[in-house]
């Protein structure tokens, strides 16, 4: 097992809230540091680093959520981290290399149906390219 942190891959979406909780919980069995990260995904008709400063509050206002409620649940080592890039998916995975993260913990969409399964294309990639455990959660219905 990897050394690193344990990553929580975080959307602003309706499962944050326990994603941050799984992610806490697993940094606080292993002793490790907890890493919430948001991605800020850029479109391909603007320039990388050229993010409109309402995607960029945005992305604070997550990243400030995040730690407000870790500070709550008094999660002592834990950092916020935003990034920019064209794909979430691609993003989570190189920063997860990138710190030799020991687990991702993400939410995914909701199943579509006893029988159709939709994990939505960054969950997919990520499961599919991750080179440590994927933990993903999703709300139930």
């Not at 994603?19 to 540091?33: K, P």
């Not at 409109?52 to 999660?75: M, P, T, V, Y």
Request: glycine share 10%.
């Amino acid at each position: 097992m990897a050394d690193g942190p344990v990553l929580a891959a975080i959307d602003g979406g309706r499962n944050d809230v326990r994603v941050l909780q799984i992610a806490a919980g697993e940094a606080l069995r292993d002793d490790c540091e907890l890493v919430a990260l948001h991605v800020l995904v850029i479109g391909w008709e603007r320039a990388i680093e050229d993010a409109d400063e309402e995607s960029i509050l945005g992305n604070q206002r997550i990243l400030e959520r995040a730690e407000k409620f870790l500070a709550k649940r008094q999660h002592g080592k834990y950092r916020r981290l935003a990034i920019q890039s064209r794909s979430a998916g691609g993003a989570i995975v190189e920063t997860a290399r990138n710190l030799d993260a020991r687990l991702i913990v993400m939410g995914c969409p909701r199943l579509l149906g006893d029988e159709i399964v939709n994990l939505g294309l960054t969950a997919s990639f990520v499961l599919g390219n991750a080179g440590c455990p994927v933990l993903l959660w999703r709300n139930p219905i």
